[in-house]
Structure formats: structure tokens, C-alpha cells
């Protein structure tokens, strides 16, 4: 009896972890496995699976898919009215009655963990030729279906991972893509806007596996492999052991884990000054910094020593930093949002993830929205849109400030700008909001922008008040555009004489010993010469472009 199972990743790059454990669990069954993206041609994907011909299709559902799968289920179901449909995954998971209500096209749901129930499925299934009793589906673990027109749900079953066959015995195909990867289940937290809150106690997979896995993916080049345990360090000698392996491993790997900052200990931060550039990369949840809000979504963490095991991480470490904020939790309005904001700017991580609140389905926020005045959209992902602290216009405001972080922050390009603009306002909260209103006032967020036109905006919103600011552009201008000359409104030179000049003297390569038997027109490819004035005097400096380099390396000439 031929069966697809299929997920719709949010990226091409992306992989399907979910699918992976199904797959292995149900070996011996005639299933095929494929993945699509949600960036695909929906009516594609439905002709693509149709073509298959399967007798049952099992979809992977997440909010960033759901409307795109019961889209293509319901085109499926009117061309094969007998295609038996199961779902599972976290969206489906919860309120089963109302999916099965609302959406007579699915048949049957696998509610939590389906590497046991979905194998017994199939084996039902084939036994009984598709004409299982009641008694025989009530016996499978975390299934939901409709019988004579009543709803029915068994009750989960948490499954023993040390007999979850491994997802990654065959790595093929895997080069270059982001990888899912899990070693525990579960997490020690309550945190009531998180659905791991609700799925019990911490599980662990076999260390020597995890191990072996893990070697596994290095080895196939995967560009990351992204774990989803939800705090990797609640077990320090646990997550010290794991961590030390993915350092001893030769690959070009990067692995990004979830850790919870105030936890680290300190032998695992000495283990981190080990950690080679690009290696490690950690996301680390602050979500608020605002004590009622913490409290009301029963979030424990020590700010103090966040804040202190962050800056060694960025100062000391090679390991990357993501530092995580929630808009539109309970009790935290807009001028208090902008001090949580604040409060992890200056931590200067490599990125910020400034993301909104979601009330999922199952989650404890989601039940006591009412509560907090939270209105949140009836459509996944069910994005809080006001709450009893915070506004609708509030939170479309911050959206806007979002793509700035995203564009200006994020992207590393603006660096001593951003230090020299934030520093004339009273806390970089206010320069993005200032940011944020100016942008919205040139309508400048209804329309794409070049890099070179992220440059000119600020220069066009704080130019004419902080004339230092086009010395700051400049500079980050030229450590960034390896193969573009300074533009004239931002004060570039129209020839290159100052860089023939160094050249022709033999200055150049000694100021970059690097271009030492270069070609001159070699050396004037890589090298730029800029003129500044900071308040301190003017300095030459030269820019230097290392071949495959990303940014210049700067050199004081005079």
C-alpha cells in the first residue's frame, strides 16, 4: 500500500527532521519520502505528490506551513476522493476536534510523538486492507479520527528514545543544507508562550549516538546543523561533553544550540575560548528584562549573570551570539519593551532577533489571553496584534523597527555608524524608534532598498544634524565595498592618486605585507585610501581587501 510522507520546509536549504525519524521508524513499509518548501508553486507540489500515487499521505504541519498543506490536501482530496490524509506535528497537535471539525478532508491526526504510532498506523492499516475497527484504531497512541461523526483522541505516549531508530544514517544530499538535529526532549522550564512547557520532562537520546550522528553530519558538510533541544546547557556536564566533541571535530560545520545564558558555567565558558571562527553559534532567549512580564509567563532567569556570561561570550569567545526579545508579552508596554531593548543592545551580541509574540495552540498564554487583554490573529501564526499594555499601532511601529535592526544591525555593515548615532540619543531604543518614524514618514517601508540606498537614507535623515555622520558612513562604506568606489556625495575622491602613490613609493606593501610581490595593478584592486576627520585631527587610513575576504582591514597611514 504505497505511502507518501511529505513535509513543506520554510527554505529550500532547510531539512525535514520530523520526516527523518517517521521514515526510519516505518522501514519495511512502502513509503516514500519527499520534501518541498512553502516557497514553491502549491498546485506543483499537489501534481508532484498525485503523480506518486499514494494510497495514504502523511504532511509534517507547523505554523509556517499549515495553510499551505491543507491547501494542497483539499485540492488532493477532490481529484482523489479515496486518498487517505494523516497530519502530525506541533500545529496539529492541539485542538484535534477542531481540526477534524473545521477540515473534513483530513482524516486522521498523530498528536505528539509519531515514531511509535505511525508505523502501527500503517501496519493497521495494511492488516485490515483499510477497514480498521474502533477498538483496533483506539489503540494506537496520540491518534485522533472521526467515527460515526464523533470526534475521537487517544491519549499520547511519550516514546523511549533509545529505541527512536537514529534519523541520520543516510546523510546523502545533505551538503550545504541546514540541518535539525535533536540530543534531548523536553525542557526544565515552564515558560507559558512555549509548547515544550507542556510536553513534560527533559529526555535524553544515548550520548555515544548523539556523538556518532553528529560526526556523521560534519563529515557529509552539512552548513549547520541546528539543534532544536530547548535548552542544550540545563545539564552542564552533559552539554560540556557534547560541546567539546563538535569542538574536536574537523569540519566546516557550524552548530547552533539553544542555551539559556545565565546557566553557563564557568568550565564550559574556558572550554568556549577553544571554539574556532564560525564553529558555535548560541541563541540565547531574553525575551523581557521587565520583572512583571517575566512573572507573568512564569520565565525564571538571573539578568546579572546573563548579562556577564554574554559579554565573555563576545569578548573572549569566537562563539557567536543571537540574543532573542519578545514583543507583546503580557505586561510589558512600549517604553518598557524599549528598556528590554536596551538592555540587550548593549550587550552588543552578533545578532538580534527581535520577534513577536505567538499564542500557540496548546500553550498556557494561549488559554489566559484573556486575561492580558491579548488579541492575537485567528490565523497561524497567531501573532499578537495589542494586549491590554501595548497597542496595535505600537506593534505595527515596531515591526518597522524590526527591519532596521535587521538591515542596519544585523548586517554588521553600519557598525560605527549605528555607535555614533545611538550615542546622541538618550538609549539606543529611542534612535530606532526615531529611526523607525522617519523611515515610515518617507514611506520608505512600503518599498525594497538597495545597499547602497540603506547608506543614503541615513545620510538623508541624519546627515544635515550630525555632520560627523558622513565620516562614520565613509568608514563603513570602505570596509565593506571591496570592489566599489566611495560615491561623491559621501565624500569619495574622483581618481586614484593617492593609492598609485603608495604604490609607486613601496608604501603600500609595507603598511600590508601581504601585497609583497604583488602586481601594482594587483595591489590597486585590494587597497583604498580614505581621508577622515573624527573631531581628533585628520587621518589617513588604508583599506586593505584580503582576497575572499568579507570586510577591509584598516591601516593607520598618518
Not at 99 to 120: C, K, M, N, T
Request: glycine share 6%; aromatic share 12%.
Amino acid at each position: 500500500m504505497k505511502t507518501v510522507l511529505a513535509a513543506l520546509n520554510a527554505k529550500y536549504t532547510h531539512t525535514s527532521l520530523a520526516l527523518r525519524y517517521l521514515a526510519a521508524a516505518s522501514r519495511g513499509f512502502d513509503v516514500e519520502v519527499v520534501e518541498y518548501n512553502i516557497n514553491q508553486d502549491l498546485a506543483q507540489i499537489a501534481a508532484d505528490i498525485s503523480e506518486r500515487q499514494p494510497r495514504i499521505l502523511g504532511l509534517s504541519c507547523y505554523i509556517w506551513n499549515i495553510t499551505q498543506v491543507l491547501q494542497i490536501v483539499s485540492d488532493l482530496r477532490l481529484v482523489h476522493p479515496g486518498l487517505v490524509v494523516v497530519l502530525g506535528g506541533p500545529e496539529v497537535s492541539f485542538d484535534v476536534e477542531y481540526w477534524l471539525r473545521e477540515h473534513q478532508e483530513v482524516d486522521f491526526i498523530v498528536a505528539g510523538e509519531g515514531e511509535e504510532a505511525w508505523p502501527a498506523f500503517l501496519g493497521l492499516w495494511e492488516q485490515t486492507g483499510g477497514q480498521p475497527a474502533l477498538q483496533q484504531l483506539q489503540a494506537i497512541p496520540g491518534l485522533a479520527f472521526r467515527w460515526e461523526g464523533v470526534v475521537h483522541q487517544n491519549p499520547t505516549k511519550h516514546v523511549d528514545l533509545e529505541k527512536v531508530p537514529a534519523a541520520y544514517s543516510d546523510v546523502d544530499g545533505l551538503e550545504s543544507r541546514i540541518v535539525y538535529y535533536e540530543t534531548t526532549r523536553g525542557c526544565p522550564f515552564r515558560c507559558a508562550y512555549c509548547l515544550s512547557s507542556v510536553m513534560g520532562p527533559v529526555r535524553r537520546f544515548p550520548l555515544d549516538r548523539c556523538k556518532a550522528e553528529l560526526k556523521r553530519l560534519a563529515e557529509a558538510d552539512c552548513e549547520q546543523v541546528r539543534f532544536v533541544d530547548r535548552t542544550f546547557n540545563f545539564d552542564p556536564d552533559r552539554a560540556y561533553e557534547l560541546i567539546q566533541y563538535m569542538l574536536e571535530l574537523e569540519t566546516r560545520t557550524r552548530f547552533q544550540l539553544e542555551i539559556s545564558g545565565d546557566i553557563l558555567t564557568p568550565r564550559l565558558l574556558e572550554l568556549l575560548r577553544q571554539a574556532p571562527e564560525g564553529r558555535l553559534q548560541f541563541e540565547i532567549g531574553v525575551q523581557s528584562t521587565n520583572p512583571a512580564t517575566l512573572d507573568a509567563v512564569r520565565r525564571r532567569q538571573d539578568l546579572g549573570e546573563l548579562a556577564r556570561k554574554v559579554a565573555f561570550l563576545v569578548n573572549e569567545t569566537k562563539v557567536h551570539v543571537l540574543l532573542d526579545l519578545i514583543a507583546g508579552l503580557p505586561e510589558e508596554g512600549f517604553a518598557r519593551f524599549g528598556e528590554s531593548f536596551d538592555f540587550v543592545y548593549r550587550l552588543q551580541p552578533h545578532r538580534i532577533h527581535l520577534g513577536f509574540l505567538k499564542l500557540l495552540r496548546g500553550s498556557r498564554l494561549r488559554a489566559e489571553a484573556e486575561r492580558f487583554g491579548c488579541i492575537y490573529s485567528q490565523r497561524a501564526p497567531y501573532e499578537v496584534l495589542q494586549t491590554k499594555s501595548i497597542t496595535y499601532g505600537q506593534l505595527a511601529h515596531l515591526h518597522v523597527v524590526e527591519d532596521l535592526v535587521e538591515r542596519y544591525y544585523n548586517s554588521h555593515r553600519f557598525q560605527r555608524s549605528l555607535d555614533y548615532l545611538t550615542a546622541q540619543f538618550p538609549s539606543p531604543f529611542s534612535f530606532f524608534d526615531d529611526f523607525a518614524l522617519r523611515w515610515k514618514g518617507r514611506g520608505y517601508h512600503w518599498v525594497s532598498h538597495s545597499l547602497h540606498g540603506l547608506y543614503q537614507a541615513l545620510a538623508e535623515f541624519y546627515g544635515p544634524q550630525y555632520p560627523l555622520l558622513m565620516e562614520y558612513l565613509r568608514w563603513d562604506f570602505r570596509m565593506w565595498e571591496a570592489r566599489r568606489s566611495t560615491p561623491g556625495w559621501l565624500g569619495g575622491r574622483p581618481d586614484r592618486s593617492r593609492e598609485n602613490e603608495l604604490i609607486r613609493a613601496g608604501r603600500a606593501a609595507e603598511l600590508v605585507p601581504e601585497l609583497e610581490g604583488c602586481l601594482p595593478r594587483e595591489m590597486s584592486r585590494r587597497i583604498f585610501v580614505e581621508e577622515f576627520d573624527f573631531g581628533r585631527g585628520k587621518e589617513s587610513w588604508l583599506f586593505y581587501f584580503a582576497p575572499g575576504a568579507a570586510c577591509a582591514r584598516p591601516v593607520l597611514i598618518s
